[in-house]
């Protein structure tokens, strides 16, 4: 079966959730949230997976963007006759835990070599990047420059006078910039 074909009977049988592993990793053309839903069904026992067999969160969650991200990049090769898509990720997970081993083995030796010590991010630095990865998210959509200001006012919380002077323009500029991108962003989440 074809690519089209695959993304032809993935439209046809209706909502993406009741579309097979297979068929989602299939469909590339066409169907943008069909590796989404994929993801977002495998993506907790996974990270499970990933935690009870990593030293820390940060870990965990770093080997499971790398694992989709493989997974995404691989999806063409995962052959459902050899067993279910859930077993084919923690194979992936199992080698990206074991290549993290050995880079953290190599990261270790080159650390003790210069005398740095690990930096561990706590709970709080974790909170603050999913924060604004979040934000990001949402601005994605504004235009350039209005998505800029906003993020420099309200996500890095930077005075319209310092924002002006980077960008080499007016306060009013700027502070019109955000207004403006606040006002989309209101529209867009009334729609």
């Known amino acids: 079966m074809t690519t089209e074909s695959n993304d032809a009977c993935i439209r046809a049988a209706g909502p993406l959730a009741a579309v097979s592993d297979a068929g989602l990793l ?10 989404d839903v994929f993801y977002r069904r495998h993506h907790g026992p996974v990270l499970r997976y990933l935690a009870r067999r990593t030293p820390d969160t940060a870990t965990a969650l770093d080997l499971a963007a790398e694992v989709f991200a493989a997974a995404y990049l691989g999806r063409e090769r995962f052959d459902a006759t050899k ?8 194979g992936i997970a199992a080698h990206k835990i074991a290549d993290a ?4 083995r190599r990261e270790l030796s080159a650390r003790r070599k210069l005398g740095i010590e690990r930096h561990f991010f706590t709970d709080a630095a974790l909170e603050e990047a999913e924060a604004l990865i979040d934000a990001t998210r ?3 959509g504004l ?6 200001a906003v993020m420099e ?3 890095h919380d930077r005075a319209y006078s310092d924002i002006a002077a980077d960008a080499e323009v007016s306060q009013a500029t700027i502070r019109k910039r955000v207004s403006n991108g606040l ?9």
Do not use: S, Y
């Open 101 to 104: 081993q050995r880079r953290g």
């Open 83 to 90: 067993g279910p898509a859930r077993a084919w990720l923690f």
């Open 153 to 155: 006012r309200i996500v």
């Open 143 to 148: 235009p350039i420059l209005e998505r800029d």
């Open 26 to 35: 299939a469909a590339t053309v066409g169907v943008a949230d069909a590796f």
């Open 183 to 191: 006002a989309k962003l209101a529209h867009k989440g009334r729609a």
């Open 138 to 140: 949402l601005v994605d």
